[in-house]
Each structure stands twice: as C-alpha cells, then as structure tokens.
T-cell receptor
Framework: GAVVSQHPSWVICKSGTSVKIECRSLDFQATTMFWYRQFPKQSLMLMAT?????????EQGVEKDKFLINHASLTLSTLTVTSAHPEDSSFYIC??????????FGPGTRLTVT | DAKTTQPPSMDCAEGRAANLPCNHS???????VYWYRQIHSQGPQYIIHGLKNNETNEMASLIITEDRKSSTLILPHATLRDTAVYYC???????????FGPGTRLSVLP
C-alpha cells in the first residue's frame, strides 16, 4: 500500500539553528503534500500545503519565512525550520494525497529545541 | 474549524465491539467521511472512508445514516492495540486538506 516516510524521526537542535525534515512518498507520486504540527495533548494543525513545482500555501498565522517548504519532486517535500526556538518544539507530520483521495500520513518527526 | 463533533473519550472492553459516533450535520453532497486513528507518538493511520453507502474492510465498518448527517465507526472485536485517538473527518475530493478536530480517545480495557 501507499507509504510515506519522514526523516529524521526525531531531532534535537540548539536554539537559533535550522533543521530540515524530509517527507517522501515511497511508492506513489504526490503532487500535493501537507505539513501538520501537533503539540502535546492537542490535535493536528495544518501548517501548509506543498505543491510540486510551485510555492507552498501557508495557513494563517504560520510564518513562511520561518518554515521553508520545498516540493522539488513528486516524491519529496522538505520542511526547514529556520532559527528554531524552544516554542517550535513539536511533532511535525507530513501527508501525501494518494489514489482514491486517501491521505497517507508519515510517522512524524519530533523536534526538540534546547 | 472541524466540520465534525465526536465524544472526547470512550471505553470498550477487550473483545467487544467498539462503536464510535460522529456528527457531521453540515456535510455537503460531494464530501466523504474519513476515519483515521493515531496511536501515541505516531502519524495518523487510515481506517476507512465512505460517501453514502456503508463500507467494510479488514479493519472496521463504517455506517453512514441515510441523511449523511452522522456516522458510526465499528471495530468489531476491539483489542488493546486499538487504544488510540480516533478522528472523523469530512473532506471533498482532490486537493483539499483534512481539518482535524480533537477526536475520540478510545481506551480498550482488559
């Protein structure tokens, strides 16, 4: 079945540094990928919609200069958290829309900023 | 805002059927009902989806009322590994993102 992977699964970085998270659709092509953020004991919140070959669409309140999204191919989207701060610590999840409108989610990346 | 309402939590005895309700009274004609679940610290897992007919797969059954304003996810024989947060989501075809509500936290008890 359709599988989405994320790398890394967890990362710890120092405040002020940048970190890149990769999202790959392993066995299907995805023209659209989505990036979500989930804080402890809360639901998933959409951050942005990533379209292959074009600029991402960000949700209200999400800083596009801080969360850089690149969707360079039909199987890869990346999220770069720039100048990370402790409040950016969260669980970041990507998803890709596969066949029959089924959205396939990655396993998530836990980011801790110290 | 999410277009669905679900009870915040439910308990179910191991081996019994778990029936998780969802209200989606504002659903439009071309919107599907999707169910996903999230086990702690993992990404959401697809369970089932449907438009207006009842659906069944190896994981669960989905019962959608005739007016499509509510649905029920049925796990026929719940196991401890079914303990998770279950999300009911209404979404149209192609391109539209999912809007997650708080979901129902199902606890399967031994």
């Amino acid at each position: 079945g359709a599988v989405v992977s994320q790398h890394p699964s967890w990362v710890i970085c120092k405040s002020g540094t940048s970190v890149k998270i990769e999202c790959r659709s392993l066995d299907f092509q995805a023209t659209t990928m989505f990036w979500y953020r989930q804080f402890p004991k809360q639901s998933l919140m959409l951050m942005a919609t990533s379209n292959e070959g074009s600029k991402a669409t960000y949700e209200q309140g999400v800083e596009k200069d801080k969360f850089l999204i690149n969707h360079a191919s039909l199987t890869l989207s990346t999220l770069t958290v720039t100048s990370a701060h402790p409040e950016d610590s969260s669980f970041y999840i990507c998803s890709a829309r596969g066949s029959r409108d089924k959205e396939v989610f990655g396993p998530g990346t836990r980011l801790t900023v110290t | 805002d999410a277009k669905t309402t679900q009870p915040p939590s439910m308990d179910c005895a191991e081996g019994r059927a778990a029936n998780l309700p969802c209200n989606h009274s504002t659903i439009s004609g071309n919107e599907y009902v999707y169910w996903y679940r999230q086990i702690h610290s993992q990404g959401p897992q697809y369970i089932i989806h449907g438009l207006k007919n009842n659906e069944t797969n190896e994981m669960a059954s989905l019962i959608i009322t005739e007016d499509r304003k509510s649905s029920t996810l049925i796990l026929p024989h719940a196991t401890l590994r079914d303990t998770a947060v279950y999300y009911c989501i209404v979404s149209g075809e192609g391109g539209q993102n999912f809007v997650f509500g708080p979901g129902t936290r199902l606890s399967v008890l031994p």
